[in-house]
């Protein structure tokens, strides 16, 4: 099992940008996909991005993509979503999740992802 946290979360204003963090205690994501997902209040839980955490292979939704960066440091077990051109609609509680590797196919799928973190809020103002 891997414990996940995530940290970096805040209230910012509309164009400003955010870094998420999500640090592994336990065992390593060697063999992980991982993913951020969102959920906002009322709302489903949603994809955002994942990353292969071997191959460095992103996906992302097409709300965020031009706008976020997902990315990893293996030295820092340590995976990042870069968010730029925050809008008021990024607004959401936000989720780091760690699933296995062979499941890169459904990576969009939350029901695939074992592992979750505690989730970091995000309020973009307008």
């Known amino acids: 099992q891997v414990q996940l946290v995530e940290s970096g979360g805040g209230l910012v204003q509309a164009g400003d940008s955010l870094r998420l963090s999500c640090a592994s205690s336990?065992?390593?994501?060697?063999?992980?996909?991982m993913g951020w997902f969102r959920q906002a209040p009322g709302k489903e839980r949603e994809f955002v991005a994942a990353?292969?955490?071997?191959?460095?292979?992103?996906n992302y939704a097409d709300s965020v993509k031009g706008r976020f960066t997902i990315s990893r440091d293996k030295a820092k077990n340590t995976v990042y979503l870069q968010m730029d051109s925050l809008k008021p609609e990024d607004t959401a509680v936000y989720y780091c999740?760690?699933?296995?590797?062979?499941?890169?196919?459904?990576?969009?799928?939350?029901?695939?992802?074992?592992?979750w973190g505690q989730g970091t809020q995000v309020t973009v103002s307008s």
């Open positions: 999740a760690a699933g296995a590797s062979g499941m890169w196919n459904l990576r969009t799928d939350k029901s695939r992802y074992a592992d």
């Open positions: 336990g065992r390593t994501f060697s063999t992980y996909v």
């Open positions: 990353i292969n955490w071997s191959s460095g292979s992103t």
